[in-house]
């Protein structure tokens, strides 16, 4: 219970204080430089909306009701790929509810000029000649937004995770987009000196026909250790064409991806110390059944250079009622070898959980919307079984039209280690700040 009341800001006492510090400096510094190019990018559109509207592909902001729970109607966000994949390497039975991937977005109809087109003038005599066109033209990049994501993680075993990483989006003409990621991350475990780590990524998205690929490929960056390289792949395609209600409302739709991510194993300070990498691919399916009841399921494969390998799956099905909802959630894990005591990581050879989920979501105010959820199932490591609960709460708070942030807290006793006969309770607290430009 002690982790619940320890200051969350500061993640470390004394120790961690100071490379904190020159972690915000490293972020404050990148956003200051994004401010500034929003600020000239915003001063050249600002020039060009004088003689033209500038309209952005519709194809990746097209909004509709979904089951992700952040896809609420006040605040929906345009229904996005999410620019950065799930992180595949951090993938654990303390993530077993993570948000559900979103349909494709929907194609916007093309506009209709009902308007006759203008009739040529006659021509003038002693007419001037024609002058040449000074229409200044729109900006190459745009920028888009900036996300600064928060995660913090403590359980009763002395391990603790911090991560802090805003991500910088730009649009560009064509309707691609990229991204930059930074950010500071500290890894704290008992027996272990303390990791800290900052990423950069550097990242594209784009549509290849009716599929949306994504790639990011980048460096971490640690205070002790080696420099690592990470990348990352996705491509989603709807199998299925969309149906939507006459108000937007997402009926059934059927979407694929393909997933592949390679990088450091950012499972504790241990594994990073052990310098332990993996590569992880598998596929998504996303299946809204109807408005109303909707399918996740998600395989991975992992590959890690201590010779280890593993199978994850994780499937989820949700049926809402107005503000309610149920759900079901089946999640495995299986490794070849169990190396937890050489290699730091979690690694059974075979772990299982299930359990039933009742959820609220709704709003408390015109700006504040919350959900509140509760997990009661079983969880079987090594042939036992015990209880696996998880209570979680989100809150989402608009304080302007165009910034939004989350704040959501949770706490489970769904095992992600070795702890013998003793009980595992684990405390994770969450949040992001989006501003859109």
């Not at 203008?118 to 200044?136: D, F, G, I, R």
């Amino acid at each position: 219970m002690v982790y619940i009341f320890r200051p969350y800001l500061f993640v470390s006492r004394y120790s961690l204080y100071t490379v904190f510090l020159l972690g915000c400096l490293q972020i404050h510094l990148g956003v200051i430089c994004s401010v500034g190019i929003w600020i000239l990018s915003a001063a050249k559109l600002q020039a060009a909306q004088a003689h033209q509207t500038w309209k952005s592909p519709s194809g990746l902001t097209e909004q509709v009701t979904t089951v992700n729970p952040e896809s609420a109607e006040q605040f929906s966000k345009p229904l996005p790929y999410q620019l950065e994949p799930t992180p595949i390497l951090m993938a654990a039975p303390e993530n077993f509810n993570p948000d559900l991937r979103l349909p494709p977005p929907l194609p916007e109809p093309p506009q209709q000029n009902s308007s006759p087109p203008p009739l040529p003038e006659p021509p003038q005599q002693n007419s001037s000649p024609p002058t040449t066109s000074t229409k200044p033209k729109t900006s190459d990049a745009v920028l888009e937004s900036i996300d600064t994501d928060y995660h913090y993680e403590t359980d009763n075993f002395g391990q603790t995770n911090f991560f802090l990483e805003p991500t910088v989006q730009f649009r560009l003409r064509n309707g691609n987009k990229i991204f930059f990621k930074t950010g500071f991350n500290f890894f704290e475990q008992r027996g272990v000196e303390s990791v800290t780590n900052f990423p950069l990524q550097v990242g594209w998205q784009g549509k290849i026909g009716q599929a949306t690929l994504q790639t990011a490929a980048g460096v971490d960056v640690f205070n002790r250790l080696p420099t690592a390289l990470n990348l990352n792949a996705k491509v989603e395609a709807p199998i299925s064409p969309p149906r939507v209600s006459s108000s937007g409302r997402l009926l059934s739709v059927v979407v694929l991806s393909g997933n592949l991510e390679q990088g450091p194993y950012k499972s504790n300070a241990r594994t990073l110390d052990n310098q332990i990498t993996a590569w992880r691919f598998g596929p998504d399916l996303y299946w809204q059944i109807d408005r109303d009841t909707s399918l996740f399921s998600s395989l991975r494969l992992g590959s890690y250079n201590d010779g280890n390998s593993d199978v994850q799956s994780f499937s989820r099905l949700e049926r809402k009622f107005g503000q309610f909802s149920l759900a079901a959630n089946l999640f495995t894990w299986s490794y070849d070898r169990d190396l937890e005591r050489t290699s730091g990581y979690f690694s059974p050879p075979d772990f299982l959980v299930y359990n039933g989920e009742v959820a609220w979501e709704g709003d408390i105010t015109n700006f504040l919307r919350c959900r509140l959820a509760a997990n009661l199932g079983r969880q079987r490591l090594k042939g036992e079984f015990d209880n696996a609960n998880t209570y979680q709460t989100r809150c989402t708070v608009k304080l302007s039209p165009s910034i939004e942030a989350d704040l959501g807290y949770s706490f489970s006793n769904v095992r992600n280690q070795e702890t013998g006969t003793s009980a595992y309770g684990g405390n994770s607290f969450t949040g992001q700040l989006r501003v859109k430009f």
